[in-house]
């Protein structure tokens, strides 16, 4: 089992920056990427970004390119979210998955077994 802990949510103004955290603890080796999702109220869970655990590789949706960076301490089993720029529109729950295998497709498609609680993020305009 993998257990992931998020935090580093809150409330910003647009404009401003936030970082997010997610440390993961027990059976991490077995960790093969981790992404960060996100659910605004009334829509679905929507993906934003993922790193391979070995920190090598990471991709991005298009919407947060250029003002999200995903990254990950190997001494700390943590993997940040680091967001600037922030927008209304960014406002929703952040939660990070664990996948402990590639997907049908590889990489583009990891299989995320364990999740994070989220934290709340929130822009105001």
């Known amino acids: 089992q993998v257990q992931l802990v998020e935090s580093g949510g809150g409330l910003v103004q647009a404009g401003a920056s936030l970082r997010l955290s997610c440390v993961a603890s027990?059976?991490?080796?077995?960790?093969?990427?981790l992404g960060w999702f996100r659910q605004a109220p009334g829509k679905e869970r929507e993906f934003v970004a993922r790193?391979?655990?070995?920190?090598?590789?990471?991709y991005y949706v298009d919407f947060v390119k250029g003002r999200f960076t995903i990254s990950r301490d190997n001494a700390k089993n943590t993997v940040y979210l680091q967001m600037n720029s922030l927008k209304p529109e960014d406002t929703a729950v952040y939660s990070c998955?664990?996948?402990?295998?590639?997907?049908?497709?590889?990489?583009?498609?990891?299989?995320?077994?364990?999740w994070g609680q989220g934290t709340q993020v929130t822009v105001s305009s």
């Open positions: 998955a664990a996948s402990d295998q590639p997907g049908p497709f590889g990489w583009s498609d990891p299989i995320y077994n364990y």
């Open positions: 027990g059976r991490t080796f077995s960790i093969y990427a």
């Open positions: 790193i391979r655990w070995s920190g090598i590789s990471t």
